[in-house]
């Protein structure tokens, strides 16, 4: 079957740096992406990989294992804003994305 | 990316009538529309895949009758919940899938409150 996991809520302090990690299991591959979401809104797309390696904007970063089934994004240089869910999901073969329940980011100050 | 509008972002409508909710994609041609729920602090669930100019292929669970979605055009596509109850209260989220890489852009969301 497809299943996307990841963290279900992690804690971080404002100013530093965080690692949210996601494994996935699709039918197929077509690449890894990463959401934003606040609560109350709708996603907003962060990152894309489909090739092994670091992707890097700005202060957001996303890295892609092909070989481990693994993601992750990392944040740097937290701010108050950040706080959100971030939701990874994995795009089968047919193009479909195979989303994960989310983890929720709460920064404190 | 692509700009997606949704209306109406709010609407509260008493058991048993029908809504209607409209999803545009104002820059973008858009062949495959999908239609997602979200529950209070639970994960998207997508409802269907709107084609523009054939059925929706819906999801498993979804009735099709209830959820009524129509893809008339490149730039539209709607969602209609027949006799509401109030265990549809929900958050609806449209989204467009944009050409390669095929990132999905999503509209701002319906709340809907069954009374």
């Known amino acids: 079957g497809q299943n996307i996991d990841q963290p279900t809520e992690m804690t971080a302090t404002e100013g530093a740096i965080v690692q949210i990690n996601c494994t996935y299991q699709?039918?197929?591959?077509?690449?890894l992406f990463w959401y934003q979401q606040h609560a109350g809104e709708a996603p907003t797309f962060l990152s894309y990989?489909?090739l092994d390696g670091l992707e890097e904007k700005g202060r957001f970063s996303s890295f892609l294992s092909r070989s481990k089934g693994y993601s992750y994004l990392l944040l740097k240089e937290l701010q108050m804003k950040d706080s959100a869910s971030y939701l990874c999901?994995?795009?089968?073969?047919?193009?479909?994305?195979?989303w994960g329940a989310g983890t929720k980011l709460i920064i404190k100050p | 990316g692509a700009v997606v509008s949704q209306h109406p972002s709010w609407v509260i409508c008493k058991s048993g009538t029908s809504v209607k909710i409209e999803c545009r994609s104002l820059?973008?041609?858009?062949?495959?529309m999908f239609w997602y729920r979200q529950f209070p602090k639970q994960s998207l669930m997508l409802m269907a895949t709107?084609?523009?100019?054939?059925?929706?292929?819906?999801e498993q669970g979804v009735e099709k009758d209830k959820f009524l979605i129509n893809h008339a055009s490149l730039t539209l596509s709607t969602l209609t919940v027949t006799s509401a109850h109030p265990e549809d209260s929900s958050f609806y989220i449209c989204?467009?899938?944009?050409?390669?890489?095929?990132?999905?852009?999503f509209g701002p969301g319906t709340r809907l409150t069954v009374t």
């Open positions: 989204s467009v899938r944009a050409s390669e890489p095929y990132e999905q852009y």
């Open positions: 820059d973008f041609q858009a062949t495959t």
């Open positions: 709107s084609n523009e100019g054939s059925k929706a292929t819906y």
């Open positions: 699709t039918s197929g591959f077509n690449g």
């Open positions: 990989n489909v």
């Open positions: 999901a994995g795009m089968d073969s047919n193009y479909q994305l195979i």
